[in-house]
């Protein structure tokens, strides 16, 4: 910092004090003398000299409370305008106050303006109170601040975290970019060995006559496979699938049909002629009548 800026900057520290002395000074004399005035116009209105220091108090202290009312309310709300209104009527008063002391040349004022003077402390007492429950409201109704934080992503289990690519990556090599192919060498299926428990039954079931499909069908194998087996009895008999069918050869291997479940059959509806039903009158018995003799 230059010799010139610290010049300035010591020039308005001290213009801030001076302003700040001053407006303590003028203020203090004014709330003096308006005090003396104000307390003076009771007294002329006929207020107890011992309780006229109240008056001016009332005046002042309702000014101040709606000035603070003003600073604390949100901007363009009710309770601001609210205050803004008490502050503009408490000025007024006190303004008027100190021009009709100075008119009424310590002569006692006239009635209507003696009652003027008595209904400002009620009228100030319900002012005072409808904004003490305002501000208590504001600060109850204030917002509270909330510092959004920037989300911090957390990778979930087994993903790897990847920073950001940047605006100019690094050149990669390309030997080490694409690895280089691996020969794999293929592995011999080894041979299955049948169970020679199925080739017995098969070349006993083939020597009782039975042909390739049934014996595949029997043991749960292709016809191929069922001759393969029947074929291989001996080391000297050779399986010759020239003298198969090719039919049976390809035929596929039967699947095992699942049980079936017994059908109900019910038994056939015969009709029942039902006679119509005739209604019957009912017969009225007659009542013997006793006809006397020689009636006639």
Aim: charged share 20%.
């Amino acid at each position: 910092m230059s010799a010139a800026d610290q010049h300035k900057s010591t020039a308005m520290k001290w213009a801030r004090w001076s302003a700040a002395v001053i407006i303590l000074a003028v203020g203090a004399a004014a709330f003096r003398l308006s005090f003396t005035t104000l307390q003076d116009l009771a007294v002329l209105a006929r207020v107890p000299k011992s309780d006229a220091w109240l008056f001016p108090l009332i005046v002042d202290g309702t000014i101040l409370l709606a000035t603070f009312g003003v600073l604390v309310s949100p901007s363009k709300t009710s309770e601001q305008r609210f205050f803004l209104a008490v502050l503009g009527i408490g000025a007024a008063v006190s303004v008027a106050g100190n021009s009709i002391h100075a008119m009424a040349s310590g002569h006692p004022l006239p009635g209507w303006a003696a009652a003027i003077v008595a209904a400002v402390a009620p009228i100030s007492l319900l002012a005072d109170t409808h904004g003490l429950a305002l501000l208590f409201r504001t600060v109850q109704r204030a917002p509270v601040v909330v510092t959004e934080t920037a989300p911090v992503s957390v990778p979930a289990a087994g993903e790897v975290a990847v920073d950001p690519v940047s605006a100019d990556p690094e050149p990669v090599d390309s030997a080490t970019a694409v690895p280089a192919p691996v020969r794999v060498k293929p592995v011999a299926k080894k041979p299955v060995r049948p169970d020679p428990k199925t080739i017995a039954r098969a070349v006993e079931l083939h020597r009782d006559g039975m042909k390739y499909a049934d014996i595949a069908r029997e043991l749960g194998v292709s016809a191929r496979t069922a001759a393969k087996y029947a074929k291989s009895a001996t080391a000297s008999e050779s399986v010759d699938y020239e003298t198969v069918p090719a039919e049976v050869l390809d035929a596929p291997t039967p699947a095992l049909e699942p049980e079936r479940a017994p059908v109900r059959v019910a038994a056939p509806v015969v009709p029942v002629r039902v006679a119509p039903v005739r209604p019957v009158r009912p017969v009225q018995t007659m009542l013997p009548v006793a006809v006397p003799a020689g009636g006639f």
